[in-house]
RNA sequence: GGAGGAAUGGCCGAGUGGUUGAAGGCGGCGGUCUUGAAAACCGUUAUGCUCGGAAGGGCAUCGGGGGUUCGAAUCCCUCUUCCUCCGCCA
């Protein structure tokens, strides 16, 4: 949520930077909201202020055993008066909080200007596009053959879009997710965490999954409870309402957690496979820092992610958001799109943001910086560090070999036991 | 699931209707002392909103919400969380 007090200043220039990202800001109902709450804000600290000192003096006037019956009685009107300018000063207050929780986050000044992801800037790349002297497979035809993918029965056991891996396969994915952790753990400086896999509203609400996105959740029925679309909501939300210390910035969280998406409105795209998913692992990064200190903890974040795929030998590039391309709450991300030979194509594997101050003003996360000052809003980043289930399939298309094997990455084989390659099997 | 108890500032902890935004302690910050440090001593130290150019005012906040009252940290209702005991399950 963006600062109503910089809003309330600054309104032109936010309308401005929305527009970059197709955001038309109602200016005039904003006013009027403002408007409206002041004078409201204005009559009741009037009347507060005269209940306070009549309060004093009736308690004076007792002591001098004066008869405050009249005076009783006019206070108790103000007091029915006051109570109904806060009960419409709390409805009008709500309003406002509606209208600012659905405004996105101002783009950075530095992001390239563009309303579509046509417009976004490829920063670098990694690698080369494997030269196969063969045709190479999607996932999709080589996995079936290797019987380390059964997407049938996945769709008889729970429906379509959920993946069910099987012998190498699963171990693959259990590798991924082992080598990944290791990496960031050992050798990033990053604190390792299993968080809830589902989340209250509230925390929904902080990394701003909600009010706005709901239909892209699965909620549990007559519950408060989503299941989480990504570990960076329960790890984001674990310093909720809470103030840290300067000395222990920047806080690092990583997390391994299988992420929950209904995927409304993605109905035919990525049908094939298991790309696109109901259900898959993601390994999070999540970061806690100081305002200053975000936009370079942003590239480092990004470079964790990608270091990943540098040891997995995968061909990669990182792309930033052009400013409408940018999620709701980020004023700054990168992509990291990784090579599919069977798609002949980079995918999007990981996505790094900063959110500055956005998340942390709804979650209320601040920190109290050394040397005496105010206690101030922290910044939170996060990226995935990756995408399990996508890594996996990148790893299958990317090391697929004439025969219809693949080989196991050199990194990889001392999480799968000393196992070289995956060859046909049957364990379902 | 049943029965009790508790929730106060960054932390600990007083406080049961009228200068209590809140004693005291710890911690933090500034200072005195010291070659330096420690100790000791002195001072200072919440957040949000609002008025103001500023100085400085005002309002709200003692887990959340509601109620009683001229007036609530304090009384009542309710919700949440935590603790103890019993039961159940792993």
Same mark, same amino acid.
């Given at each position: ?85 806060? =009960? ?248 990291? =799109? ?91």
């Amino acid at each position: 949520m963006l600062d109503l007090a910089y809003l309330r200043e600054n309104l032109e220039e936010a309308r401005q930077r929305l527009s970059h990202r197709g955001f038309v800001l109602d200016v005039e109902t904003f006013r009027r909201l403002d408007s409206e709450r002041k004078n409201l804000i204005h009559e009741g600290e009037r009347l507060k202020q005269l209940r306070n000192t009549s309060s004093e003096e009736i308690a004076r006037l007792i002591k001098e055993k004066v008869d405050v019956t009249e005076k009783r009685n006019e206070m108790k009107a103000v007091g029915q008066r006051i109570k109904e300018i806060d =009960e419409t000063l709390g409805t009008l207050e709500e309003e406002i909080y509606r209208f600012a929780s659905i405004i996105p986050n101002l783009p950075d000044t530095d992001v390239p200007i563009g309303l579509t992801e046509d417009q976004n800037v490829e920063v670098r790349r990694f690698g080369q596009p494997p030269a196969f002297d063969f045709e190479p497979k999607a996932h999709w035809d080589l996995c079936p053959a290797l019987g380390i993918l059964d997407l049938e029965r996945a769709t008889k056991i729970t429906g379509s879009r959920f993946p069910l891996l099987a012998g190498a396969g699963a171990r693959l994915e259990r590798a991924l997710i082992n080598f990944m952790l290791d990496v960031h753990t050992k050798e990033h400086g990053y604190s390792e965490v299993v968080p809830p896999f589902m989340a209250n509203s509230r925390s929904l609400f902080g990394t701003s999954n909600l009010p706005k996105f709901e239909e892209d959740l699965f909620k549990v029925k007559d519950t408060d409870y989503y299941l989480i679309p990504t570990a960076e909501v329960p790890v984001t939300n674990i310093y909720r309402d809470d103030i840290l210390e300067d000395d222990r910035l920047p806080v690092k969280f990583t997390a391994c957690t299988p992420c929950f998406r209904s995927e409304a409105g993605s109905y035919g795209k990525d049908v094939r496979g298991v790309f696109r998913q109901h259900q898959f692992n993601k390994v999070e990064l999540v970061k806690f820092t100081r305002p200053e200190d975000s936009p370079l903890e942003l590239e480092s974040l990004v470079k964790d992610a990608e270091e990943v795929l540098k040891r997995l030998r995968l061909p990669y590039r990182v792309v930033i958001h052009a400013t409408g391309d940018a999620g709701f709450a980020a004023a700054k991300s990168y992509d990291i =799109e990784v090579w599919l030979p069977g798609q002949n194509a980079y995918r999007e594997i990981s996505s790094c943001s900063n959110f500055r101050d956005f998340q942390a003003r709804r979650a209320n996360i601040r920190y109290r910086p050394s040397g005496g000052g105010k206690v101030r809003l922290v910044h939170t980043l996060n990226g995935s560090g990756l995408a399990v289930g996508r890594t996996w399939i990148a790893i299958v298309e990317n090391y697929q070999q004439k025969d219809g094997t693949v080989v196991i990455p050199d990194v990889l084989r001392p999480y799968l036991n000393g196992m070289t390659v995956i060859k046909p099997q049957k364990v379902i």
